[in-house]
């Protein structure tokens, strides 16, 4: 079945030693008395649930499947049900939430951690909360009045969860050509009709009600996606004591039948003539949406660096014990019959690279969590401003370059079990196929990619990448005097250079054909990784090197870990710079007839 322990001390690492959250706090006047010790107890909690209650049913739950058993009813895996029992009572899906809706008020990057544990232990279980979150954070932004007093207490207790749906059968990512269709009862309510499909956790046994937030459109809307509009379509609609009351026309049809994440229903869901609420303005719904999706996206991000996590501490555990051939400079093991694989130099660099990997989307999305709590609490507003434009701007990259890497990374996993790895029984190959869905999903990776360059960087000419590039520049004057830090500042200064001389080079082009944008943009994404990863790898090192002589092995192995990233991972970009400046023509001068 494999294992998994919560990976504590780097996490509070990354919190209490790079990101300072406790110092953070301070210039947030909602959250100025919590302190480290609370956010590290809360923590070890809910590293024990995710260890004793989710972990153990991810494989079983990969094994059994949700089953659709008719009239749209989904029964989950064996256990699940029990383990979101577990879970509602003891407040966890209530971490983060206002308290005015019986939220506990921490911070966001505190249930940021509980979902990297909660991934980590069982993703198809953690979508079916995850997505209520996301349900949540939009109502609570464009929700009415009276929405936000039925739905959010329900949501923020975890009776009731959430969904999004929005693709169609003819339409995935081009939601400007969704044909759902919304029509006034004159009550203030909507009938809605149309089929949605590939919607996680959009039925299930395991709340009392599903609250859908569903993308359609109204009559006379214009075409595209300036007319789409956002309802709230619950499972059964609530009764006025606000408990669940009569059943309502929105039903699942079946379920997919997928490569992965199976303990997850992926479900078709029929509308016909559902009674359902606007949200927002009308025909400004897919602006009320991107709050879910943007929320959903980080979910993504939360997934892989999961997934990535409980590989390598799997494929570890197992060079360590595996004994196959000897060490090419002797035996290492000479009294068994032969050396433990983690002694071969490629079984290293497959494990360096989930670690590095691991480590580097720890601190990048903890760092993320933390913008997004600048920008929602810091009393500055300024600082508000600069932490919006941040989490605007790495959004895609943390969704699609913690995916990528994670699939790489399961990848290498498996490679490391050998012949066991692809047997269902060691667990590696679930991995493998669940981390394949993450980057697809919320947006391919392609689309993240034509998001950050066109929408984000391109759109206002750098300046939102420029603000990322300030905290680079600060750190390489601050540390680039010293001679202990050369191996780690220098390249991060060097790729800090090639990522502002790339985002010029294809704007330029991109003004003479658009097409530019759409070749580059998949390399350029991988590059701006790499240097978010390049900056938090230093900063990591920096603070390895000041506590390095106290004799915490701890320190050591995050130095190493260091110069492994720098000496192997981001070279990486000298092939992608290399694709982004190839350009259009190799890709589109080609005629359809040749392929």
């Known amino acids: 079945m494999g294992q998994y322990a919560a990976p504590l ?3 509070q690492f990354v919190l209490n030693e790079l990101l300072d959250v406790e110092a953070e706090l301070k210039g947030m006047p909602r959250h100025a008395e919590l302190d480290a010790d609370t956010i590290n107890q809360v923590l070890g909690e809910a590293g024990k649930f995710c260890e004793e209650v989710l972990f153990p049913l991810n494989q079983s739950g990969d094994q059994e499947g949700c089953v ?3 009239d749209g009813v989904v029964k989950t895996p064996t256990g699940f049900k029990e383990a979101y029992r577990q879970y509602v009572e003891a407040g966890w899906p209530a971490l983060s939430c206002e308290p005015e809706y019986g939220g506990q008020g921490l911070p966001k990057f505190v249930n940021n951690a509980l979902f990297e544990m909660m991934n980590s232990a069982n993703q198809a279980w953690t979508m079916y909360p995850g997505l209520s979150h996301g349900a949540y954070e939009c109502l609570t932004a464009h929700g009415t009045p009276e929405q936000q007093k039925v739905y959010l207490p329900k949501l923020v207790a975890g009776t009731w969860t959430g969904t999004m749906c929005l693709t169609e059968p003819h339409c995935g990512t081009d939601l400007g050509m969704l044909r759902t269709k919304a029509e006034s009862y004159g009550d203030g309510s909507y009938s809605l009709s149309g089929t949605k499909i590939f919607i996680s956790s959009g039925e299930h046994d395991l709340a009392e009600n599903i609250v859908h937030l569903v993308l359609a459109r109204l009559p006379d809307a214009p075409p595209g996606t300036k007319g789409i509009s956002l309802f709230i379509v619950p499972k059964f609609i609530p009764a006025p004591d606000g408990e669940p009351g009569q059943r309502n026309a929105i039903k ?9 994440i ?7 869901m029929n509308l016909d003539n559902a009674k359902g609420w606007l949200v927002g303005e009308p025909n400004r719904g897919l602006q009320a949406m991107f709050v879910m999706m943007n929320a959903a996206r980080l979910g993504v991000a939360m997934q892989g660096l999961g997934l990535t996590e409980v590989a390598y501490q799997n494929s570890l555990a197992y060079a360590k014990e595996r004994l196959q051939m000897r060490s090419l400079s002797g035996p290492k093991a000479p009294d068994k019959p032969a050396d433990p694989i983690i002694v071969h130099p490629d079984v290293r660099r497959m494990l360096l690279t989930q670690k590095a990997y691991a480590e580097g989307a720890r601190a990048f999305s903890y760092w993320a969590a933390v913008q997004i709590d600048r920008e929602l609490s810091h009393a500055d507003e300024a600082v508000r401003k600069d932490a919006s434009d941040l989490v605007a701007l790495l959004t895609p990259v943390l969704k699609a370059f913690l995916s990528d890497n994670a699939f790489e990374c399961t990848n290498h996993a498996l490679q490391v079990f050998g012949g066991h790895g692809y047997i269902a029984e060691w667990g590696m190959e679930q991995y493998v196929r669940d981390a394949r869905i993450n980057m697809i ?3 391919t990776n392609a689309v993240q990619a034509l998001d950050l360059l066109g929408r984000k960087v391109l759109a206002d000419m750098g300046a939102k990448l420029k603000k990322f590039g300030k905290l680079v520049t600060e750190f390489v004057e601050a540390e680039g005097v010293k001679p202990e830090m050369q191996e780690f500042v220098n390249p991060l200064a060097d790729i800090g250079e090639k990522v502002q001389k790339l985002t ?5 082009k991109a003004m003479q054909n658009p097409d530019e944008v759409g070749a580059a943009a998949v390399p350029y994404l991988r590059t701006v990784g790499h240097l978010v990863f390049s900056y938090f790898w230093a900063r990591m090192a920096r603070i390895a090197l000041d506590k390095e002589a106290s004799g915490d ?8 870990t260091a110069r492994f990233y720098f000496a192997r991972l981001l070279p990486e970009t000298a092939a992608t710079i290399r694709m982004a400046r190839a350009g259009a023509k190799p890709l589109m001068e080609i005629d359809e007839a040749l392929f």
């Open 9 to 11: 001390r780097d996490m």
């Open 441 to 443: 999903y919320e947006g």
């Open 504 to 508: 010029m080079e294809i704007g330029m």
């Open 252 to 260: 699942c049809g079946s379920i997919e039948h997928k490569m992965g």
């Open 262 to 268: 199976h303990g997850n229903a992926t479900c078709v």
């Open 553 to 560: 092995p701890f320190y050591k192995s995050k130095l190493a």
């Open 68 to 70: 659709y058993e008719g």
